[in-house]
Every structure is written in structure tokens, then in C-alpha cells.
């Protein structure tokens, strides 16, 4: 399949977790295209914009997007309209981007790692839908006069539709299982977000569906991880949520997602963790998160869901084996874990 990629490798150890994804992805993709977008940091220094106009205009040619990690400390001092992150908002508003898909997965072998005991989190594998461009964060009225403040928490049914299909569409792939988690017995947003819920998953008569007020929610996933597969939720409580569930796998370093839109556009696909640059040039960096969101690019935007599954069972082999970079208690570098992770893949290419 011959597809274009927007690469972005950015700031910090981007550059180097890319390249250790390049050498992987090639092998189950030989056929894909790259195209290097500049955004972030690098972007900044070399045209003083985090999203430069160029970057907008090459988005035209790509399928996907596929991010290392953007930003920096020498950045913090901007102009906020002006810093890093501000790119990444913008690239994500120009792509459309209205659904977070933030997978939590605990591996077998690194399951001691978890600051939960290992026969709670075993066996985790949870997805977290998180609406992004709606709710708390982006409603109106907002204000702050020093004495008082003010967040609006808005959302049209047509907002919460939409994600919601998107979470039916996922757990349909998986288990069959969806749990929608609002504040429904406080607050009239979460009334509407329920409702819509519920009339959207007469469409999936297949899945089964449950409601879990956000509070409880956050203490089951400490209580008893196993029982959620996917949960969708809204903009503030899946912030909130998807770092909680994130936690449970005991490194940010193995924490993939995506960010996508109705398909009509391309999607982005980027690790959970930032630049480091406090190890960046080192060879020290984990390119695993990058790896596995590569993965869910090949599952989501192109539906190679064989390839993406050789991408995650090379994973799991990679880390039973110990090989296991310093994030995670081991000495391996970069280069280690991405030429292992080559090994594995073309074992399974071999035997398939």
C-alpha cells in the first residue's frame, strides 16, 4: 500500500525516536512516502512560527501524520501564541481533530512496574476516547477579573454524537464493550452527554454499553483496571482519566495515541511523553510509544491491521526479553531497542 506520511520529528529526542521508528515501520510498510513537516520548537527556529505556513500547506499531501515530541525549556518564555504547544493546537485544529484515542496497556513482563500491585494492573488493556474540542476548556463565557472567574462548560448533541460513534466504531473492534463516563447526577452537560449516548448505541445493538459517573470511574481504574475496555468521555474528565489510566502501565515511555477526525482528513498519530530533553543527543530515549503509534496509524487511517499487529506482538517480544531502555529499568539504548524490534518483525514477516 503507498501512502505519504507528514513526519514530524520536532524537538528533543524527536529526531532520535524517529529514526528508531523509520527502521521498524519500513518493514511492514516498505511502500509509504515521508514528507518532514516542521513544527514546535525547530519550527520556531527556523521561521519563528510553531506552525508555519509551509507545514499547513504540505498537510495537503500527506495521508497521516506521524509526531515525535515537540517543545523545550528554552521556549517557555514566549509569548504563549508563540511557544510550541500553540503548534500543535494549531495543527490539530487545521486537521479536524475531535477524538483523543489514548490506549493503556499493560505488558506481562513489565507489569512490577506499575505503582499498583502486578495482580491488579495484569492483564490491562483499556482505550480511553476522549472528546477534544468541546467542554469546559473551550466554552464561553470564560473570564478572570482577579476576584472572580468563570469556565462554561458547553455541548451541543451533535458534538457528543459524533465521539460517540467514534468509541461505538472501537469497541466493535475489540471486546464489544463501552462504558460512557459523565457527572450526569450533577450536571445538565453530563444529562445531554448521556442521552446522546444512549441514543447513538441503538446503532450498536452488538455493544454492550454502561454508564459510570466520573468520580467513581477514576477510583475503579485504581480498584479494578480489567473491568473497563473502552470508555468515552468528555474533554475534561478524559484529561483527567487518560493520565490516570496512563499511569497504570508504570512508564509514560510505552503510551501511544491518536488524534483523529470524520476520516475526511488526515488523523495524527504521537507518543504520550514529551521532548526529555534533559537526554536528548544520548541514544538513552524509549522509542517504543512512537513505535506503537505508528502501529495505530497502520490500524486506523489505512486498516492494515495485520501490519499493526506485527508492530505490537514485536513489542511485546522486545520487552520480555528484557530489552528494556533506562525508563524502564534497563540499561538498552535507543538503537538496541529499535534493531531488536527489527528482528522481531522480520521473524514474523518471514513466518507468516
Not at 269 to 278: L, T
Request: with cysteine; glycine share 8%; hydrophobic share 40%.
Amino acid at each position: 500500500m503507498s501512502k505519504t506520511i507528514g513526519l514530524i520529528s520536532g524537538d528533543g529526542i524527536g529526531p532520535e525516536i524517529t529514526e528508531a521508528t523509520l527502521l521498524v515501520l519500513k518493514e511492514v510498510a516498505p511502500d509509504f512516502k515521508y514528507i518532514d513537516l516542521d513544527l514546535g520548537g525547530v519550527a520556531i527556529d527556523k521561521t519563528g512560527s510553531p506552525f508555519p505556513d509551509e507545514t499547513k500547506a504540505k498537510l495537503k499531501e500527506v495521508d497521516a501524520v506521524l509526531m515525535a515530541a515537540i517543545g523545550g525549556p528554552q521556549y517557555d518564555n514566549l509569548p504563549r501564541d508563540k511557544r510550541p504547544e500553540t503548534g500543535l493546537l494549531a495543527l490539530r485544529k487545521e486537521l479536524q481533530t475531535f477524538a483523543n484515542i489514548r490506549p493503556a496497556r499493560v505488558f506481562d513482563s513489565l507489569a512490577n512496574l506499575s505503582s499498583l500491585k502486578p495482580e491488579i494492573v495484569r492483564g490491562t488493556d483499556l482505550v480511553v476516547v476522549r472528546e477534544l474540542t468541546g467542554g469546559i476548556y473551550f466554552g464561553q463565557p470564560s473570564s478572570n477579573d482577579g476576584n472572580r472567574a468563570l469556565n462554561t462548560m458547553v455541548y451541543e448533541k451533535s458534538e457528543v454524537t459524533r465521539i460517540a460513534h467514534v468509541a461505538f466504531c472501537l469497541a466493535r473492534k475489540r471486546s464489544k464493550r463501552l462504558c460512557s463516563v459523565d457527572k450526569s447526577n450533577v450536571l445538565n452537560v453530563s444529562q445531554l452527554w448521556r442521552d446522546a449516548v444512549i441514543e447513538v448505541s441503538k446503532d450498536y445493538p452488538d455493544v454492550e454499553l454502561s454508564h459510570m459517573y466520573v468520580d467513581n470511574a477514576a477510583m475503579q481504574l485504581i480498584k479494578d483496571p480489567k473491568q473497563f475496555d473502552v470508555i468515552v468521555t468528555s474533554n475534561l474528565f478524559g484529561d483527567i482519566l487518560s493520565d490516570e489510566s496512563a499511569m497504570l502501565t508504570g512508564s509514560i515511555g510505552l503510551l501511544p495515541s491518536a488524534s483523529t477526525g470524520d476520516g475526511s482528513l488526515p488523523g495524527l498519530y504521537e507518543p504520550v511523553h514529551g521532548s526529555a530533553p534533559d537526554i536528548a543527543g544520548q541514544g538513552l530515549a524509549n522509542p517504543i510509544a512512537m513505535v506503537l503509534s505508528a502501529a495505530m496509524m497502520l490500524r486506523l487511517s489505512f486498516d492494515m491491521s495485520k501490519e499493526a499487529a506485527i508492530l505490537e506482538a514485536a513489542v511485546e517480544a522486545v520487552l520480555a526479553q528484557g530489552i528494556l531502555t533506562g525508563d524502564l529499568g534497563g540499561t538498552a539504548k535507543t538503537k538496541d531497542v529499535s534493531e531488536a524490534l527489527v528482528v522481531e518483525v522480520k521473524l514474523a514477516l518471514t513466518n507468516a
